[in-house]
């Protein structure tokens, strides 16, 4: 990456009041901690921070330039530094995306886009795994998937990648069909549609809405990868006059799978695409895992290649942590550690699947709020807690706003209240301490916000 000043003020529409000898520009930050020498550092204003409160300590680390809002100059009187530009805009989260766009076409590489209220990340990784087979792919690191991570990602472009593949997130309407602006896919995925983030957009209509702007982006030239298992999405193909790669777990689809078994470590079925057929070993667990690599499977033989090589890019793509990973504790017991995130959607799958893997052991389930629900909030903690009982839970350890509504699902459906804790994080190790016995299973899950690790990592350490 090498800038100069009059391509950022092309890319971005800013206008320069310092700084127009400036030597080039080699990348783009929005954290002053890590801000190499000779990046561009662009304030963006977060839930938590003002990044124009650090355009000195960017500097300090050797900042080229800063892109900043006309807000900050009409109330400050910036100290202007030799050599250094600096880049005016009206709102400074557009221009990192228009940044980044403007580095998009720059680059050969081709870009696949990831959606869906869950196993977006996992899909990618898999995704990435399998491309990498016969391309040069980029893919964005960890989760991301926002107006932020977006783009920061696409920084990361160079003229060798042959793909790039990204993850999109959404709060609210916009946010994908503005992150599918920026990124300008070939290839769209969604992976399921649910019940997330319904505070942003009312009801789970309105994430079908919000994911069918990745459609909207592709256009008639793009490909679109979609779950046909998923009822919302059919209707949004329906709508699509692009091409439809479609995959689920029926012969219906074009790409498809037939579960075959599952074990503490791994996840096996056989991969079907039209007449030709393989086993798959995932080192993951979890019957979501198979709807991952079904998605990332169909990307792979959209773009050319042999079911073999499917095969080899999903088996050897490592697990993320916090994922349904599995952990023997001291003592004999086994923990299900699938903190990373929660949803109503992702509840469900992984109690489904935590019931099959613990078979006839006792069950206790650690459960932390799903967050980013708004009305729907107290209706889904409630069925939560049925859905636990239903699961055959010996006990619950609820913690969050919402642990006593998860509480009255479970005491409705017919859970003895003594076998019910509500607490933080450090009173549910402490109440846990006493109860594990060896082949108990205890599965720990929450929102990210939630950080339901505080359980995972107490747990271990008692």
């Keep these: 990456m090498n800038w ?14 310092f700084g127009g000898d400036a030597p080039p520009i080699t990348g783009v930050s929005t954290d002053s901690r890590t801000t190499q020498d000779g990046e561009l550092f662009v304030a963006i204003c977060g839930e938590n921070y003002d990044g124009h409160k650090f355009v000195q ?14 807000e900050y100059m009409a109330l400050e009187s910036p100290d202007f530094t030799v050599d250094r530009c600096w880049v005016v805009v009206q709102d400074t989260l557009k221009a990192l995306g228009d940044l980044a ?13 990831i959606t869906g209220t869950n196993g ?25 998937n926002n107006l932020i991570g977006l783009p920061l990602s696409l920084f990361g472009l160079n003229e060798d990648h042959d793909w790039a593949v990204l993850e999109l997130a959404m709060n609210r309407p916009g946010e994908i069909g503005r992150l599918a602006r920026i990124c300008k896919p070939q290839v769209g995925v969604i992976t399921n549609i649910g019940a997330g983030h319904l505070e942003g957009v009312k009801d789970i209509d309105g994430v079908m809405k919000a994911k069918g702007e990745l459609l909207e982006a592709l256009g008639e030239d793009g490909t679109a990868v979609l779950n046909i298992d998923d009822e919302r999405i059919c209707r949004l193909a329906e709508q699509f006059a692009g091409r439809v790669v479609s995959f689920g777990i029926h012969s219906a689809a074009e ?41 990332a499977a169909a990307v792979g033989v959209r773009l050319g290649l042999s079911i073999e ?37 992702s509840m469900a799958l992984a109690i489904d ?17 799903m967050l980013e629900l708004g009305e729907h909030a107290k209706s889904a903690h409630r069925k939560l807690g049925v859905q636990v009982v239903r699961a055959g839970a010996a006990r619950l350890y609820a913690t969050g706003e919402y ?49 339901m690790e505080k359980v995972v990592e107490g747990l271990r350490v008692k």
């Design 120 to 144: 977006k990340t996992t899909t990618k990784e898999m995704t990435a795994a399998v491309l990498g087979q016969s391309f040069l792919v980029l893919k964005s690191p960890g989760n991301f």
């Design 57 to 70: 300590a960017a500097f300090e680390k050797r900042a080229m330039g800063v892109v900043v809002s006309e």
């Design 101 to 113: 766009a403007f580095r998009r076409r720059q680059c050969k590489a081709s870009v696949v886009a």
């Design 4 to 17: 100069s000043v009059s391509d950022v003020l092309e890319a971005t529409g800013g206008r320069l009041v």
């Design 309 to 345: 090589e499917v095969k080899k890019g999903l088996e050897a793509m490592v697990p993320l942590p916090g994922r349904m990973e599995f952990l023997t504790l001291s003592g004999g017991v086994h923990l299900i550690n699938d903190t990373y995130n929660a949803n109503p959607g």
């Design 403 to 451: 642990a006593g509504t998860v509480a009255e699902g479970a005491t409705g459906a017919g859970m003895d209240p003594g076998k019910i804790f509500i607490g933080t994080h450090e009173e549910i190790v402490e109440a846990l301490k006493g109860r594990l016995s060896p082949g108990d299973w205890v599965l720990v899950k929450g929102s990210r916000r939630m950080a």
């Design 353 to 369: 699947s935590f019931g099959s893997l613990k078979g006839q052991g006792r069950g206790l389930f650690v459960l932390g709020d």
């Design 255 to 295: 790409v498809w799978a037939t579960p075959v078994s599952q074990t503490r470590s791994s996840l096996s079925f056989d991969l079907y695409w039209y007449d030709e057929s393989v086993r798959v070993h995932l080192g993951m667990l979890g019957s979501g895992g198979i709807y991952n690599a079904l998605a």
